[in-house]
Each structure stands twice: as structure tokens, then as C-alpha cells.
């Protein structure tokens, strides 16, 4: 096999989106759209924009919810993609426009957290109460990374094996965002030796 060396704008190969809530100043949700998150433990690692009004609410108020719509959200997803919570809008998102009712402009209802303020996104069917225990600057500048503390997982009932804590993979269909492309998962391939759910 041949490759070719190439200089990709995004590297983007494709994660999980995630929909973070966090607090504004004045007491009302944010809502964001991400695909830069992964998981060690109990703990969520997120890239964020420096700039965004998600990382200066985290910076302010330490809580969040992390929820992954399943892939057929992709159009909510979507609609939130070019809205911002930052008065005024930052100068480098000039395609962006100034939104303060998120849920509401994706189409998405608010529940109550158990043990955060901010809301979670009922339609998500994967919720993850969190706090940020540590922000710093991004390597490559402009992003700040995020480390948050899982402090309570709520699940669709319809994607948990019946009797465990599990989440069952084959139920669980997240929406996969890849070179700025919205996907879902296509038929499980196999299992780690380390999975309590093989089929």
C-alpha cells in the first residue's frame, strides 16, 4: 500500500458528539455542541474553544452535563452548530450568531440534574453529570482542555442490559461526528477480551 502525505484542515477521524450544558452568569443554560471528548475512567477529558462561552462558564462554574444524542439526532445537533452564547459574538466566528435559548432553537427539552446545575438534554439517551476539576491552556493554543469528574450516569432504560450497570454497545447507537461528517455506528465487528457484555 501506497500513502500520500497530506496537510488535513481537521483531524476530526471520528468521535462521539457530545451536547455540554453548562451555567451562565445569569442563571440560564448554555448548550454546545462537541466532538473532542474522550474517556479515562471516571474521568472525561474535553477540548473546547478558549474563546466559546462553555469554557468561560467552566472557568466560572465548574459543573456540567456531557450528553450523546444517539445518531438519529443529528439535525438538533446541527442546528446548534452555528449558534453561539457569547454577547457579542467573538470576532473570529463571524458565521456565528448570537443565541441564548439553545434548547429551544435545537428543539430540545431541559430536565433537571440531580447533582449539578445545569440542565440535562431529556432527548439524549446517555447523560453524564459532571465537575471540571481542571482547565489549562490547549498545546496548540486557542483551545482550552477540560478534566471532568463523572458524578452520575443516566441512561435510557432501553439502551442497559436488563439486571446490570451495563450500557449494551449493540443497543447504544451514538452519533459519530468524522471530518465534519455526522455518522452512526455500522454492525459490531467483535469485542474486547476485556468486555462484560460480549454477545
Not at 468561560?56 to 456531557?66: D, K, S
Not at 430540545?108 to 459532571?130: F, H, I, K, T, W
Request: hydrophobic share 45%.
Amino acid at each position: 500500500m501506497t500513502h500520500v502525505t497530506i496537510t488535513p484542515k481537521i483531524l476530526y477521524v471520528g468521535t462521539p458528539v457530545a451536547l455540554l450544558s453548562t451555567r451562565n452568569a445569569d442563571g440560564t443554560d448554555n448548550l454546545a455542541p462537541m466532538s473532542s471528548a474522550w474517556a479515562l475512567g471516571q474521568v472525561f477529558v474535553l477540548g473546547l474553544g478558549a474563546e466559546g462561552q462553555t469554557a468561560r462558564n467552566l472557568a466560572e462554574r465548574p459543573e456540567l452535563v456531557i450528553n450523546f444524542p444517539a445518531a438519529g439526532q443529528w439535525e438538533a445537533v446541527e442546528r446548534l452548530a452555528s449558534l453561539t452564547g457569547r454577547n457579542p459574538v467573538p470576532a473570529h466566528k463571524p458565521a456565528f450568531r448570537f443565541e441564548p435559548a439553545k434548547f429551544a432553537a435545537a428543539g430540545l427539552r431541559a430536565d433537571p440534574s440531580e447533582l449539578v446545575g445545569p440542565a440535562r438534554v431529556a432527548e439524549c439517551p446517555l447523560q453524564l453529570e459532571a465537575s471540571a476539576v481542571r482547565l489549562g491552556p490547549g498545546a496548540a493554543g486557542g483551545f482550552v482542555v477540560v478534566e471532568a469528574e463523572i458524578l452520575r450516569v443516566h441512561a435510557d432504560p432501553s439502551i442497559v442490559v436488563p439486571g446490570t450497570q451495563h450500557v449494551d454497545p449493540a443497543a447504544w447507537q451514538p452519533l459519530v461526528y468524522s471530518f465534519r461528517h455526522y455518522f452512526g455506528l455500522g454492525d459490531e465487528l467483535g469485542h474486547s477480551f476485556r468486555s462484560e457484555t460480549p454477545r
